[in-house]
């Protein structure tokens, strides 16, 4: 019987060395604190992870979360200055671009944080749109948060993306 039970966990343990198998991380928990008046919606960005919306002040937000290591495999680099000027090369080829400089900061939870604003003309809604882009790194992903609106939302919602910003809790 000894020997049936030490073949048997000698073939297990075989088995399982052998069947190893690479461990994928997915997704990480994070939490956003929203400002009064803001809340949560669906339909704004097809693939972020969370999006909220201020139908009053009619500003908007999303956060698009990406594994690092499938960056990696994808060959496209995870600094934060390269990974903004992916982000914002959707909207360079709309009438009216506009890019703004970029400014390196840490958030009041000591978070690095990668800014940039832009605007285009949306010939669908038949305005400018405003977008900020802040960009955060975690060990293992990375996060694009983007709050826009339209007209004077780079003036009119400064405090209310700010607070967005500062109060996001990343692993």
């Known amino acids: 019987m000894k020997k049936i039970i030490f073949t048997f966990a000698i073939a297990f343990t075989m088995a399982t060395t052998i069947n190893a198998q690479s461990a994928l991380i997915g997704a990480e928990p994070f939490t956003i604190n929203l400002p009064a008046g803001f809340q949560r919606t669906i339909g704004t ?97 990375i996060y694009q948060v983007v709050n826009f609106g339209n007209n004077d939302f780079l003036k009119n919602s400064k405090e209310s993306t700010d607070y967005i910003i500062n109060n996001i809790d990343l692993p």
């Open 45 to 141: 960005n097809d693939f972020a992870s969370v999006q909220w919306g201020n139908e009053e002040t009619e500003t908007y937000g999303f956060v698009i979360t990406e594994n690092l290591d499938e960056l990696k495999v994808g060959d496209i680099s995870d600094n934060l200055e390269s990974y903004l000027d992916i982000s914002i090369s959707n909207y360079s080829s709309n009438p009216q671009f506009k890019s703004f400089p970029s400014k390196l900061y840490k958030n009041k939870k000591g978070k690095e944080t990668l800014q940039k604003q832009i605007s285009y003309y949306n010939e669908e809604m038949e305005s400018t749109v405003y977008l900020q882009f802040n960009i955060f790194k975690s060990k293992n992903f």
